[in-house]
């Protein structure tokens, strides 16, 4: 079996991400279960899935068109997903994608964390002054199979998270990548592990 590790670096006094080891973190009934996904942003999606299809050496698990303007493909492994996100027309998510892309480039922009009872989750977090925004309900459809994802997240402050792009997401139970497809031999089977690239190791130890 192979892992796989991504890194993510930022320039300026703000953090970098690459990639987490899966642990439990217990508040109660809320919890962070894991890392669910990273968000990598491309200018072409089909540049990119290719690109990442023959480094994993596996086919992606979902294809999906955001009317706003974004496409996004998922390659769904056994402890956690990678997301590739690109600009597609000319609407509001396109230009949001566009403008980050023209400002950092390409790379991975968002690490986003598995949870239990995320409205209990944002409280705690809220607690602590991390500043979530509301909850929100996403739904994705599947291009080929019309197959549909439902889950509710928020989003931390980039302020109060170091410059990290930092979403909680509890996925509905009827997700259709709860399970990951079986990798092919000599496939990557899962993510290992994120890197924070920071210049305050400790606001960052005691940020995580």
Known sequence: MFTFALTWASEGGGDALTSWSPNLLFTGRAMITGLDHVVLVCPSIDEAEARYGAILGREADWRAHDPA????????MDNAALEL????????????LNALLDQEGPGIKTIVFACRAISEMR???????????????GESIDRASARLRRWRRFRLEESAAAGVRIFLLERMRDDPLAVAQPAHPGAVAALDH????TPNPDRAAALY
């Open 123 to 137: 409280g705690v977090l809220e607690r602590r002054a991390l500043k979530p925004d509301e909850i929100a309900e």
């Open 69 to 76: 303007g974004a496409s996004s493909v998922i390659f769904q």
């Open 85 to 96: 996100m690109a600009p597609q027309g000319g609407g509001p998510a396109a230009r949001r």
């Open 194 to 197: 994120v890197v924070v690239n």
